[in-house]
Structure formats: C-alpha cells, structure tokens
C-alpha cells in the first residue's frame, strides 16, 4: 500500500477513486502519521492516520469509505496501534516515551496502561507471540 501524504483534510465520496486492482484516497495533513491496519475487522486495512496535534486517530473504512475518528493520546505520544487484544481489529495505542508507558485503546472495551521502556526509547508494536 501506497500513502501519500496530503494537505486534503478529509476523504468525501467523489474524492475516492477505486477501479480494478486501485483504490485512491485523498485523507489526512501533511503532519499526520499513518496507522495503517484493520480498524473494522473486515479482514481488509483501512487507511487511517494519527493527527498528534489534536491527539486524535481518523479511520477511513475500506467496507463504505465513510469514516471516523476519535480523541486517543496527547501531541507528544508516539502512535503505536496493533491488535493488543487479539479479536482481530487494531487497537489505538501510544507510546509516551517521558514516563515509559503504553496506553491501549482495545477495541473489545477498556484502556490499558502499563509501563515498559524509558524516555527515548521508540515503540515497536507486532505480534511476537501467538
Ligand atoms: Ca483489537
């Protein structure tokens, strides 16, 4: 998958193009982080970004091309999504590298918080163990 930046706000229907094999979006600032992966739990990745500014996460969702967003860590946090719970779906998370600590949205309910790592450290989330 491509991501190419852009200083389109939001996605709207006519701003989408899908033809065979292509789908095209204009989504997302130039400042925002991409956080690519299944948000709905379709089996499909939506495109999505992290806007740090406002500390929130905008999913654009590969079933409609609608979309969502919603208000999940601060300007400093370091976006760290990935399938925490394990139901299938990416979860919003961070990293604040000042205190050491992971903050995870589940997409099954309930924030995380834990501590692992020290300032300056940068996240890497996967699934290392299944
Ligand atoms: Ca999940």
Redesign the pocket.
């Known amino acids: 998958m491509l991501y190419q930046r852009s200083t389109v706000l939001l996605a709207t229907r006519s701003a989408t193009l899908r033809t065979a094999g292509l789908f095209a979006a204009t989504f997302g600032a130039s400042t925002d982080k991409a956080v690519l992966g299944d948000w709905t739990g379709d089996g499909k990745a939506d495109v999505a970004f992290f806007r740090s500014s406002a500390g929130s996460w905008f999913v654009l969702r590969s079933e409609d091309t609608s979309f969502f967003s919603f208000p999940f860590g601060t300007a400093t946090d370091t976006p760290a999504p990935g399938?925490?719970?394990?139901?299938?779906?990416?979860?919003a998370a961070v990293f604040r590298s000042s205190t050491g600590q992971w903050f995870v949205n589940?997409?099954?309910g309930g924030v995380d918080i834990s501590s692992f790592g020290s300032a300056g450290d940068q996240p890497v989330a996967g699934a290392y163990v299944r």
Request: charged letters at 50%.
């Open positions: 399938d925490y719970d394990g139901d299938g779906k990416i979860d589940r997409s099954s």
